[in-house]
């Protein structure tokens, strides 16, 4: 204890070990059933494309000067990742609220910040893996390649850390799988659909263009579709800077309700 009776840390500025055990943890929960983690948003991807290329391919021609189903891949792709990078800090959280054994990760000396990259992490890592094996299916199956790398990693790190801190939040404010279900099916389902993942969105209204606009998760898809085709609606680098503050914004808020105990200690 120190002079004013608090506690000091033994970890110094960072609890390196905590927090490698806490992404560990993380990240060995979704491995552990990997084929519902991983192999089922691989199927889903791969139904989604054969769909969406026999019903409209053949007729669509070409969008943004490449076919229909190249156009739709990184679209898919990008929504899978954010599906399942939310997917996995909102599961583990709501959980073990719900099981009662939440304090076994609010006890041990982690601060609010190792807290958050510690969840971070085991999304950002689901996403990432999921991104991978997605990828090759576009390169085996569609013969595709990747015009910017780069961009769409870069993007896929951003789309699942920015998704890994909205999961985070949505568990924090839930108590029950029925609020999780409701904040799923009605808020990050429509902006992953409504977010140009199955279109351009120069074939909007204009009113939708400028809705569209303002959503995070259309700059992140649009982001990917750049990094694999070289095409997008907007500018990588203005998504860059969208995804960049919109995932700051998210993270910082949840590190104060972790800070706080907000919704999480009795």
């Known amino acids: 204890m120190n002079a004013t009776g608090m506690g000091v840390r033994r970890f110094g500025q960072v609890n390196w070990l905590g927090l490698y055990t806490l992404s560990a943890r993380e990240i060995q929960r979704f491995l552990a059933v990997w ?10 991807a791969g139904l989604f494309l054969g769909v969406f290329s026999l019903a409209i391919g053949p007729s669509r021609g070409e969008v943004m000067g490449v076919p229909f189903v190249h156009f739709l891949a990184p679209g898919i792709l990008m929504m899978t990742v954010i599906q399942n990078a939310f997917a996995n800090t909102s599961s583990s959280i709501l959980i073990s609220k719900v099981q009662g054994n939440i304090v076994d990760t609010l006890m041990p000396p982690l601060s ?3 807290l958050l990259l510690g969840y971070t992490a085991g999304g950002v890592a689901r996403g990432l893996l999921v991104a991978v094996a997605v990828g090759l299916l576009m390169l085996t199956v569609l013969g595709m390649g990747i015009a910017h790398p780069l961009w769409a990693l870069v993007f896929v790190l951003l789309g699942s850390a920015f998704l890994s801190a909205l999961g985070i939040m949505a568990a924090i404010l839930s108590n029950k799988f029925d609020q999780m279900a409701a904040i799923t099916n009605f808020i990050i389902t429509p902006l992953s659909f409504l977010s140009g993942t199955f279109y351009s969105i120069e074939r909007l209204p204009v009113a939708m263009q400028v809705a569209t606009h303002v959503n995070p998760v259309f700059y992140l898809i649009d982001g990917v579709r750049y990094g694999v085709i070289g095409r997008s609606d907007s500018s990588p680098w203005l998504g860059l800077g969208v995804c960049t503050l919109a995932t700051l914004l998210v ?12 919704r999480m200690k009795a």
């Open 251 to 262: 993270m910082a808020l949840c590190w104060h309700w972790f800070r706080t105990g907000y």
């Open 35 to 44: 084929t519902q983690t991983l192999a089922a948003p691989l199927a889903t």
């Open 112 to 114: 609010p910040t190792e």
